[in-house]
């Protein structure tokens, strides 16, 4: 089935896409030392909902976000337009690593979930040097290993664990080229339960309300599966934060 039904469905309820609380994101966006009128790009940016808690809480702010999803995108816009942010927030559906920023053009650049679109954490650090302004800020969503995966895990899931670093080894990797960290914020096993429960569950009221659709039993199938994979091992092997720096001056 196509790719962005399997999350568009299974993530349909999420405003947050990714397994930090509200409470938590609010913590983040409360603690952006932004300036008013500040730029910000937001990739890979979902239903939106960061550009919009910023724009909300930093005055001036204007951003633009990109997602590649048919589903995302024009959720993200909805929302823009029903927060009346349209005049400050840019909804733009397309790949993030094609969206060209001028150079030092941003206040904040934002990955939160997908950097596998520069491939990778450090792939993502590299992009968003060139494109902040000096001090610039730059936040990024990424799962770190709390410990190391089993034997069992890495044959439900290749490669998934294995090629996570820790929590500590992602600040490093920054720190070493040149990011000075500002914050982390972390998911807690509560956090990460509602982020899969309510993919179970979306999935779940979608089968049953869509019986004659014809990806129903490969969706649920799927979900399942992942569901098996995150109880038997992910959640105790994996976790997820949203790292914030500044660029160097
Ligand atoms: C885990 S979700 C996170 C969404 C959002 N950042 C959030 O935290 O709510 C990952 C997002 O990346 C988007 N995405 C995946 N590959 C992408 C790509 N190559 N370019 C742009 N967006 C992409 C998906 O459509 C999805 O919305």
Known sequence: MDIWKYYGVTHADHLIMNPLSSAKLDELVGLLPLQTGARMLDIACGKGELLIRVARNHEGTTGVGVDISPYEAPAAKRR???YGLEDRIEILEMGGADYDAAPGSLDLATCIGASWVWDGFQGTINAFKKIVKPGGLIAIGEPYKMQEPSAEYENAEPGMA???VTHAENIGIAMAAGLTPLYSIASNQDDWDRYEGMQWRAAEIWAAENPDD????????RMRRDRAVYLRHGRDTLNWAIYLFRAPG
């Open 214 to 221: 014809p990806d129903v039993s490969e969706l649920l199938e």
């Open 80 to 82: 823009v337009d029903e």
């Open 162 to 164: 294995a090629n996570l």
